[in-house]
Nanobody, 122 residues
Framework: QLQASGGGLVQAGASLRLSCAAS????????LGWFRQAPGKEREFVAA????????KYRDSVKGRFTISRDTAKSTIYLQMNSLKPEDTAVYYC?????????????????WGQGTQVTVSS
């Protein structure tokens, strides 16, 4: 129901845009988010957006560099990533839940897409 794409290998300072297409469910009351997991580390919250209203939330380390958005007509959310750093290297996942966008705990997200690899070289 969630299909992520857009990852790749880039140099530090470059940009990438991830996409996550939603299908098979009405997400109008959901929060949709991006998470990432680096090798040997726990999965962590990156950004989230409410399907209705477009309210956003970001982890501190990506504020000012990443922008989450949604296109309700295409049932797709995006993560525009600028000024990428090597520490942004991870598998990125999109996810959805019916709860508050303010709760960033990975365990509160119910629906998950497959990951897309983002690798930033120095």
């Amino acid at each position: 129901q969630l299909q992520a794409s857009g990852g790749g290998l880039v140099q530090a300072g470059a940009s990438l845009r991830l996409s996550c297409a939603a299908s098979g469910r009405i997400f109008s009351r959901y929060a949709l988010g991006w998470f990432r997991q680096a090798p040997g580390k726990e999965r962590e919250f990156v950004a989230a957006i409410t399907w209705t209203g477009g309210i956003t939330k970001y982890r501190d380390s990506v504020k000012g560099r990443f922008t989450i958005s949604r296109d309700t007509a295409k049932s797709t959310i995006y993560l525009q990533m600028n000024s990428l750093k090597p520490e942004d290297t991870a598998v990125y996942y999109c996810a959805a839940k019916g709860g508050s966008i303010q709760v960033v705990d990975v365990r509160t997200y119910v629906y998950w897409g497959q990951g897309t690899q983002v690798t930033v070289s120095s």
